[in-house]
């Protein structure tokens, strides 16, 4: 099939890179050329595993384009995604100018034939019948321009510009850093729309990853598709990103309880994870959530409650228990090592998780933020960020390019982001290097034992 994808974000560059490796022919529009450029000679604007390979091929099997220009991409497709970032406005609000701007302008150029326009961005509820208005009030201004010289007269008709679309929400759940592979395993597909013929094109469009062509384990029955009214499909984006945001925010707080009573919240996840109704995933107690979308779209979803005259009240207890989450590293680190005015603390990771070189909303930020407050110096080490060009935007700590470098002349070092290769290091040459071996487990990543047999004294969170 023909297809656009408008914005070339994590959600739009993976889904238009794995739609041209199941065989669609895809075009990507975005408006900064520096970034067309890139993508053009193949290489991915953003940290994700498989996705340059991914690219690469599809370029040389010529399945895929990049390009700035919205009209062409808007004729070529038949399907027509709009994938473009909802930032938070500062009181929760998503902030969609983007979107409206993308359906404005699909408006401006449609023209013939019949085409879906999907809501791939994460959107307010509500927003699938603003944007049919807003493609609307574009294919309107495309008429005015039409008018010919001198004006139309009473008994003369505007030319008709012919469009048939509807929109279709298609709500995205891949996880950053497994954005690829989450895109040939999903766990379900869900459409929301009122169109037969629209959400029957996209049956068509998802049909091999449904089927499991592209997916580790073929074996598998067919991955469930849920075809929902549009305002659903919007909910279930946000109260899926909501849930997993409250059940971290409920093990932080049983491993906060767990540190108190002396239980390890570890043995407690694994035996309420056992409980098929609740599950095992996301149940690490740690240092809280962040990244670009749990933080963004909780708010998001308190703030559409607020605005119907509903109080979300255990949403707002999942942020302020994730608020508080985020500093437990500076309150254990003041147990461990009381006045931090003076001291030295490493941090072994800056991005909001691994396989990523996200720092959105990444809790390393307040950290560092809290810690220079408190007039300690922060030193930290990152596999992307100490590579990259990324650390020369950090402000208040000093990047180091090795961990051992990091360990030197360290008080305390603070596990932020579970990197695997966190769990191989030379820990014993790095207590060495240190004034005083503490190490705050941030994540629970590694073994207590082998960090005392190292020489640490070892802290987690809970346990
Ligand atoms: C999330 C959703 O998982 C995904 O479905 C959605 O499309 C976008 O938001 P992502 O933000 O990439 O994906 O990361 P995820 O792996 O879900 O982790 C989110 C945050 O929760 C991270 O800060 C992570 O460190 C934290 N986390 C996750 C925990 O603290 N404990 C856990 O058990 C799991």
Redesign the pocket.
């Known amino acids: 099939m023909r297809v656009c994808v408008i914005g070339t974000g994590y959600v739009g560059l993976v889904t238009g890179a794995c739609l041209a490796h199941i065989g669609h022919d895809v075009i990507c529009v975005d408006n900064n050329e520096e970034k067309v450029k890139l993508m053009k000679s193949g290489q991915s604007p953003i940290f994700e595993p498989g996705l340059s390979e991914i690219m690469q091929n599809s370029i040389n099997a010529g399945k895929i384009q990049f390009t700035t220009d919205l009209g062409g991409g808007v004729s070529h497709g038949e399907i027509l995604f709009i994938a473009v970032g909802t930032p938070p406005l500062p009181t929760g609000e998503s902030d969609t100018r983007y979107v409206e701007a993308v359906a404005r302008g699909i408006g401006t150029h449609l023209n013939g034939g019949y085409k879906v326009i999907v809501n791939k961005s994460t959107v307010p509820i509500g927003s699938g019948d603003w944007v049919r208005m807003i493609v609307l009030d574009g294919i309107a201004e495309r008429q005015k321009t039409l008018v010919p010289a001198g004006g139309v007269r009473d008994d003369e008709q505007l030319p008709e510009i012919t469009a048939q679309f509807d929109v279709v929400s298609n709500p ?6 497994s954005a690829v592979y989450d895109t040939f395993n999903p766990d379900r597909i869900v459409l929301g729309g009122n169109s037969p013929k629209a959400i029957a094109m996209m049956e068509q469009l998802y049909a091999p990853i449904v089927e499991r062509k592209y997916a580790e384990d073929q074996s598998l029955p067919p991955v469930p598709v849920l075809v929902t009214d549009l305002s659903s499909a919007e909910m279930i984006k946000y109260a ?2 909501a849930f ?1 945001a409250t059940k ?1 925010s409920f ?1 932080n707080e049983v491993a906060n309880i767990c540190d108190r009573v002396g239980a390890d919240v570890t043995q407690v996840a694994k035996g309420i994870g056992l409980d098929s109704r609740i599950g095992n ?4 107690a ?1 240092i ?7 933080p963004k779209d909780v708010a998001a979803l308190i703030h559409t409650a607020d605005d119907y005259g509903y109080e979300a009240q255990l949403l707002k207890a999942a942020v302020s228990v994730n608020q508080r989450q985020r500093l437990i590293a500076v309150e254990k680190l003041q147990q461990a090592l009381k006045i931090l005015k003076g001291k030295t603390i490493g941090l072994l990771g800056l991005t ?2 691994p396989d990523t070189d996200d720092m959105r909303d990444a ?1 390393a930020l307040n950290l560092i933020e809290q810690l220079n407050r408190l007039g300690a110096k922060v030193k930290a080490y990152d596999p992307i960020v100490s590579q990259s060009g990324l650390r020369d935007g950090l402000t208040g700590v000093l990047v180091e390019t090795d961990p051992q470098r990091l360990a030197d002349g360290c008080d305390a070092l603070v596990i932020v982001t579970e990197w695997q290769q966190f769990k191989t290091l030379d820990y014993t040459q790095m207590a060495k290097l240190m004034s005083h071996p503490v190490m705050i487990d941030g994540r629970n990543f590694l073994d207590p034992e082998m960090m005392m047999r190292a020489g640490f004294q070892y802290i987690g969170v809970g346990r």
């Not at 995933?281 to 690490?284: A, S, T, V, W």
């Open positions: 995205e759940f891949l996880r950053e850093g899926a990103n997993l971290i093990i995933k996301f149940l690490n740690g809280g959530w962040g990244g670009s979308c749990f909001f998780k809790p």
